[in-house]
């Protein structure tokens, strides 16, 4: 089983759109974990990362479900600059970071 | 420096070469890792760097690939005997140090294409 699975998508939702992900790992002592974004070609960058409590940074909020071993991300009030891949990431060990495969997603005019 | 440095940006090579390619971290960042990604795909893990201490070459794919890091700084992967298989982009990225909480930053990667 793999240590962290996603939906591929695409997602593709009209602008203005509320959208989620999710994205499930397989280690319940994991210890951190994150959302990447991932524009075509370019390396991924830090989104935020995922506090036990929740987080939010404007549009975006994070959430940890640790009794069912998923993070999510929602995405208020989409921009045509949201259109990206989304990775998560989940920390099993301290030293290693294990990446999803990500969530592709296009916001349409 | 500002970021994490990478070089060549892109490569192109011929099956059975060897090839080099360059991290240069963020000046201060003791973690280290090589994730390599092939078109389409999610990122393959590599190898890990922290300090002084022995690196994780658990993703390491053969013994054709191998990586170091100097003065704890700069590190090089190195691909001997290349094959089309191993065509890909491969990131650097560091982090502050070996704690998870921090998520690390990438450099913009080298894309490696063997023909």
């Not at chain 1, 591929?8 to 509320?18: D, H, M, Q, R, Y």
């Not at chain 1, 940890?64 to 009030?77: G, K, P």
């Not at chain 2, 970021?3 to 090579?13: D, F, L, R």
Request: aromatic letters at 12%.
């Amino acid at each position: 089983r793999k240590e962290v699975e996603q939906d591929p998508g695409p997602f593709n939702v009209p602008e203005g759109a509320t959208v989620a992900f999710n994205c499930t790992y397989s280690n319940s002592a994991s210890q951190s974990f994150f959302w990447y974004r991932q524009d075509c070609r370019k390396e991924p960058k830090l989104l935020m990362s995922v506090y036990s409590s929740g987080n939010e940074d404007g549009r975006f909020t994070a959430q940890l479900n640790r009794a069912s071993q998923y993070i999510s991300l929602l995405i208020r009030d989409s921009k045509l600059s949201d259109s990206a891949t989304y990775l998560c990431v989940v920390t099993p060990r301290g030293n290693q970071f294990y990446f999803g495969t990500g969530t592709s997603l296009t916001v349409i005019p | 420096g500002a970021g994490v440095s990478q070089s060549p940006s892109n490569k192109v090579t011929e099956k059975g070469k060897d090839v080099e390619l360059r991290c240069d971290p963020i000046s201060g960042h003791t973690a280290l890792y090589w994730y390599r990604q092939s078109l389409g795909q999610g990122l393959e893990f590599l190898i890990y760097f922290q300090g002084n201490s022995a690196p994780d070459k658990s993703g390491l794919p053969s013994d054709r690939f191998s990586a170091e890091r100097t003065g704890g700084s700069v590190s090089t992967l190195t691909i001997q005997r290349t094959q089309q298989e191993d065509s890909a982009v491969y990131l650097c990225a560091s982090s502050l140090d070996r704690s998870p909480n921090y998520g690390y930053t990438f450099g913009s990667g080298t894309r490696l294409t063997v023909v």
